[in-house]
T-cell receptor, first 114, second 115 residues
Framework: AQTVTQSQPEMSVQEAETVTLSCTYD???????LFWYKQPPSRQMILVIR??????QNATENRFSVNFQKAAKSFSLKISDSQLGDTAMYFC???????????FGTGTRLLVSP | DTAVSQTPKYLVTQMGNDKSIKCEQN?????MYWYKQDSKKFLKIMFS???????INETVPNRFSPKSPDKAHLNLHINSLELGDSAVYFC??????????????FGPGTRLTVL
């Protein structure tokens, strides 16, 4: 069975600083996708970034980037120049290519303070 | 121009009642999903439909019955509601079916409270 582990239940960072959220996963599959979703207090689930397992290059989206270490089964999210609007729960998720279902981690609550 | 919409956003009901949550997507996607988020924020898939056909059915009580009248709609009907059904239910959709995997886009969620 596939599992996703987020070992940091809560993180704090000050505005303009950089923070890294950790995620590890376990699978014997070789074709899969990894995602980070953000859930602000509004409850909406918002896609932050995605990574295809077959790509060695780390994905980036503006201030968000990942460090994908396939051998170590690690997929961390780096948020640069943190903003107050980044305050949210962040979920790491995994999807096997053929199965379509997302398997989520337990989430990391990020608080960005002024 | 809402992409994935759910109604209602909040639902409060008594134990034993039957209720439905509706989901619609205007993205032209082939696949739709229902996820449950419990009180500890843990998200787990319940069902998925591809072009009105059930493709994923996790170990969900048969009191939960999804219905897909067309590929733009996936409704969730729950019979004989129990206290443990209280959760936030998310609908999602993705553009590809069984051929390849793609990103899932979520609705705003429906908070169900069973008293």
């Amino acid at each position: 069975a596939q599992t996703v582990t987020q070992s940091q239940p809560e993180m704090s960072v000050q505005e303009a600083e950089t923070v890294t959220l950790s995620c590890t996963y376990d699978t014997s599959e070789s074709n899969y996708y990894l995602f980070w979703y953000k859930q602000p207090p509004s409850r909406q689930m918002i896609l932050v970034i995605r990574q295809e397992a077959y790509k060695q290059q780390n994905a980036t989206e503006n201030r968000f980037s990942v460090n994908f270490q396939k051998a170590a089964k690690s997929f961390s999210l780096k948020i640069s120049d943190s903003q107050l609007g980044d305050t949210a729960m962040y979920f790491c998720a995994f999807m096997i290519t053929s199965f379509q279902k997302l398997v989520f981690g337990t989430g990391t609550r990020l608080l960005v303070s002024p | 121009d809402t992409a994935v919409s759910q109604t209602p956003k909040y639902l409060v009901t008594q134990m034993g009642n039957d209720k439905s949550i509706k989901c619609e997507q205007n993205l032209g996607h082939d696949t739709m999903y229902w996820y449950k988020q419990d009180s500890k924020k843990f998200l787990k898939i319940m069902f998925s439909y591809n072009n009105k056909e059930l493709i994923i059915n996790e170990t969900v009580p048969n009191r939960f019955s999804p219905k897909s009248p067309d590929k733009a709609h996936l409704n969730l009907h729950i019979n004989s509601l129990e206290l443990g059904d209280s959760a936030v239910y998310f609908c999602a959709s993705s553009p590809s079916g069984l051929v390849e995997t793609d990103t899932q886009y979520f609705g705003p969620g429906t908070r169900l409270t069973v008293l």
